[in-house]
């Protein structure tokens, strides 16, 4: 499937990148802009609505010829056409991943063993869109015959992240006489304080989970279904409040809840894959199944731009090879993506599972260990808040931290008087990424006035490389073509690395602990013999705050 198995950090592409960044060191953004006065245009590319300018990187032409040729002897483009074609490069799971495939317009073609999914995929759509369209119009009645006001997802991980940040980003496209809310966390007061307000009559409970034995969630599930019946009293209340959104219809039936009430998905959609899946139902209930359809548009865009853009112009390409100039060459442990946009305020939350638990492996895809980094540490919250907390490091601090700068020129319509404001935000973004690349000199602080003990403190030394991503709007489509842009930017770095980005063994030894760890905690003559010192001395201290 790769061009070569040669261990990555072996090949000449690797050594001539090591070697030209030997030479080149952090070369002076300033320098570079002033011998290249195009380089903001120039370091550009558009995609879909996406403006993206890569100019603030500390990279001149030979950095990406390198970082394109490396991209080329490690089979890229290889390893995307064989997902694309739904070939199970998920090795470890034996599985494809086609999550590209849940936005596909009806008469695409992908097949898995011999058989086209993409039927499956728009007959549950339509499913879907039947449902969310009754919903909506009041035409599906709770228990007493109430229309649902409040739909609450219960899942976790990609069960929860994903249509939770995609509602928040598109609140203005949501009808808002139907609220979402979404309940995750296995801490009881997650669920307690997003249903105590609510008349269980009106309210409708989606149980988002792929294996249907996602711990948190079954366990928040049993608990909404007990409320529910204890408030309206009856079991047949269930159908009527409850549906769920998953791969294993027999858990579902088990679980209680009539199969008729599911929407699929498959085993080639990734947890944190699948927003466009029916885990994002809870989506489509608030914005609607043609905006839902957009959003999907919106992926498939970038999808169609990744498959088929020559490497020059093709932009999750290039944002993974940023990514791994600075992740490899640069030592950067963390890379930072900072929305200029107060609807986007979930948005790294969600990429951190899509990058970190796809790329956060240490062996390659033939088990070997890898002796290069893989993926960062990704983090951020929206500006301008960063600004007056902890951008003080990205300024002055001694880590090198590559951001995305992500903003829109229009503000929502809605916002009315406040859109004022917009032009304010907008600066911000600008002004922060000009201070992050160009800095200020000793000299130009000097040359203020400044007393010489604290020119050095107020000196910024600039070359801090960011992305800027502009686009007109945050619009359903635009906020898919934000997502595919990170999806297939991570399965770049993934395919450079040799690693499987898709599977996550490594979430699985904590839960297994947490299940054995359980009934130690509740019975004081449980044994911990069994357990390591310092986990014994936390379960007795535990057990004796609990007076057990
Ligand atoms: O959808 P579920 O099967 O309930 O899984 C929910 C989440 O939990 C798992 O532990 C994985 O780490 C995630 O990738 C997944 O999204």
Do not use: C
């Not at 030979?62 to 074609?85: I, K, P, Q, S």
């Not at 070939?87 to 034996?94: L, Q, R, S």
């Not at 809840?257 to 885990?279: K, P, Q």
């Not at 898709?502 to 979430?507: A, L, R």
């Amino acid at each position: 499937m790769m061009s070569d198995r040669v261990r990555v950090d072996q090949t000449e592409q690797w050594r001539a990148l090591r070697q030209h960044h030997r030479e080149l060191g952090e070369p002076p953004l300033r320098e570079l802009f002033a011998s290249d006065p195009d380089r903001g245009r120039r370091y550009a590319l558009e995609v879909g609505d996406l403006y993206i300018d890569y100019s603030r990187h500390l990279i001149t032409d030979e950095t990406l010829r390198l970082l394109h040729a490396l991209a080329e002897a490690r089979g890229v483009a290889e390893l995307r056409d064989a997902m694309f074609r739904g070939e199970k490069i998920n090795v470890t799971e034996g599985r494809a991943v086609l999550h590209l495939a849940l936005r596909s317009p009806r008469d695409t073609r992908i097949e898995v063993d011999g058989e086209n999914v993409v039927p499956a995929v728009h007959a549950v759509l339509d499913k879907m869109a039947a449902f969310a369209e009754r919903v909506r119009s009041g035409e599906w009645k709770g228990f007493t015959g109430k229309p649902i006001r409040t739909v609450v997802n219960i899942g976790i991980g990609g069960s929860d992240l994903g249509p939770k940040m995609a509602y928040e980003a598109l609140k203005p496209f949501t009808d808002r006489s139907i609220q979402a809310r979404f309940v995750s966390n296995v801490d009881g007061a997650d669920l307690h304080e997003n249903i105590r307000d609510l008349d269980p009559a009106e309210t409708l409970f989606i149980v988002s989970s792929k294996t249907f034995t996602t711990v948190e969630t079954i366990t928040n599930a049993t608990s909404a279904r007990r409320w529910l019946l204890s408030e309206l009293g009856d079991e047949s209340a269930v159908a009527h409040h409850f549906v769920a959104v998953s791969t294993n219809a027999e858990q579902v039936a088990k679980f209680g809840i009539d199969t008729a009430n599911m929407f699929e998905f498959w085993d080639w959609v990734g947890g944190r894959y699948s927003v466009d899946s029916a885990i994002g139902l809870s989506l489509m209930i608030a914005i609607g199944p043609e905006r839902f359809r957009e959003f999907l548009d919106g992926f498939h865009l970038i999808d169609e731009h990744f498959r088929t853009a020559p490497p020059e112009r093709n932009v999750p390409l290039l944002l993974g090879l940023l990514g791994i100039w600075y992740d490899d060459f640069h030592d950067a442990q963390t890379h930072a993506v900072l929305p200029y946009s107060h609807y986007l305020s979930r948005f790294t939350d969600y990429l951190q599972q899509l990058d970190m638990e796809s790329n956060g492996k240490s062996v390659t895809r033939e088990g070997e260990p890898v002796s290069w980094e893989t993926g960062p540490i990704v983090w951020g919250t929206p500006g301008t808040n960063g600004q007056h907390a902890y951008y003080q490091l990205l300024h002055q601090g001694t880590k090198l931290v590559p951001a995305d700068l992500i903003g829109f020129a229009r503000p929502v319509e809605e916002l009315g008087e406040l859109a004022d404001q917009h032009d304010l935000l907008i600066a911000n973004l600008f002004a922060q990424g000009q201070a992050l690349a160009f800095g200020k000199t000793a000299e130009e602080v000097a040359a203020e006035g400044i007393p010489a003990a604290q020119v050095p403190h107020r000196t910024f030394p600039g070359n801090r490389p960011t992305t800027t991503i502009l686009a007109d709007s945050l619009t359903p489509s635009v906020l898919g073509q934000l997502i595919a842009l990170y999806e297939q930017k991570v399965f770049v770095q993934g395919a450079i690395w040799d690693i499987n980005s898709y599977d996550q063994w490594g979430v699985e030894l904590g839960k297994a602990l947490a299940k054995r760890l359980e009934p130690q905690l509740t019975a004081a003559t449980a044994d911990t013999s069994d357990l390591d010192g310092s986990t014994a001395a936390l379960v007795e201290r535990y057990r004796a705050l609990r007076g057990r």
